[in-house]
């Protein structure tokens, strides 16, 4: 089972901060691999992941070797801020011994996420405490553990190193089991020894070992810069192309603020809240209007009224609310509530239905959805049948289809656009060279035709090109239309 999920965040890369894209798990399809650096640091990733060696080389954990270097940066743990937690360090580590040992599964602490074992971890603005509460959180696992600490969790591995460089105390790690009955065991061992040394740089793999009982999933993120810094080593995306897409949830506040100013965001959230995938009235009187016309004109098919709900394709609602007229365009499938005072009107273009408090307006459905259904619904958008409002509505409908599952960037989506998008006035013009912009979409298999009659033939459109061909002019001549022909795409006459 492969799932991804959008990820819309900034993480630390290289050279800053790098845009996430999505992230995706699924279980281990081979061994994995744990490397350790010369710095202490360790990457625990599968065999076929690639990483980025000196020199920006791209090679799989598989091939790597301890003659390769790979780029640390540990600043992070460096930084000046002093977050105090309202529980003690002594009292969070004795809880986390006893998680450790098995003596307690009960967690209530706002420090200790805990959930399953294997994915215990501290909170996720741990970096950022204050260094002497961190100093006495490890003083007292240290105090506690003569040897070394037995940890299934490989993220509170990597927070306990980084909270080592930010406090002066020398960690190491290891894999310290792994077996088929038992599963993998990292081992941390905490030194008396001063260390606090900031490493920005290339360094060296000093041991790789093969872990064949990893039994849990296995997480990969996508990013705009293809990497980013993972507990303080440099790793590349390792995207897989597989399996079924899960969309777990749409932040349905963050769609509805793509649409109108940021510095209205804390009014809107006065009116409006989010629970799990369902938009509730917090307080006041909100109107909710579907425009019909919208999607019998684009999609042909009728908005449905099935029991107390309106079901939608997709979300292209309007919401009236503080004086304002909100426009809401979310791609996933919509469900509409009425409520519960019936309290709604329709006529021959609007349904209009009023909320009061705590009234759940709609629910956005989650998609689970595969590569081949992708392409279908990309053919539905570019071809027309998939309702939309204007050009950037266009846009941002097949951005948010393409960007988690390809690397679709901005310029090609232009390019696709710009070109199906034409001139009512004359189709054969493309609507962005025309003042003022009165664009109509053609859909990309009527468009060879409709930009040249010979363009069409070429493309095996005959009755749409000849059909064409007697109402219009000629458009300009491309290099298809003269390989059609049999002519010479140089310009040069050949010689006879």
Sequence with gaps: MLETKVLDMNIKGKDGFVQTKTIQRHNPDCDMFFIILSTGYTIFCQENHPLIIENDMIVEAKDVTVDNKIWCDNSISFNDRNIIPSESPSVVAGLLIDILQDKTNNCHSDVIIYDEIHS??????????????????????????????????????????????????????????????????????????????????????????????WKHFVYDIKTESSEFMLGGVQTHNSFHTGGVIVLLKTDIIKEIMSNIDSLLESKIRKYIRQEENTLVVNDDLILLRIDKHLYEESSKKLVKLEGDNYNLPIGYLELVVGGMTIPVNIENPTIVHLPSTEEYEEDSQYISISYSENEKMFTVEPIREDYGKLAGEYSAIISGKSPYTDAESFYRKLWFKLSGASDFDSVHLEIVISNVMRWRQDLQVPARLKVPYD????????????????????????????????????GPESPVEKIFFGESISGLKEKK
Excluded at 126 to 146: A, C, E, G, H, S
Excluded at 448 to 470: C, M, V
Aim: charge should be negative; include cysteine.
């Design 120 to 213: 215990l971890r501290l909170n996720s603005n741990f970096i950022n405490y204050d260094r002497m509460w961190l100093y006495n959180f490890v003083d007292t696992l240290k105090l506690n553990y003569i040897t070394a600490v037995s940890i299934e969790s490989y993220v509170l591995v990597q927070q306990l190193r980084m909270i080592c460089d930010k406090v002066g105390v020398f960690m190491t790690s290891f894999v310290g089991l792994d077996t088929p009955e038992e599963g993998v065991r990292f081992s941390v061992e905490f030194h008396n020894i001063d260390f606090s040394v900031k490493m920005i740089g290339y360094y060296h793999i000093s041991d790789i070992v093969t872990v064949k009982n």
């Design 439 to 474: 664009p109509v979409l053609v859909s990309e298999k009527q468009l060879p035709g409709t930009i040249s009659w010979p363009l069409g033939l070429a493309f095996e459109n005959f009755g749409q090109a000849i059909s064409q061909g007697l109402v219009s002019d000629r």
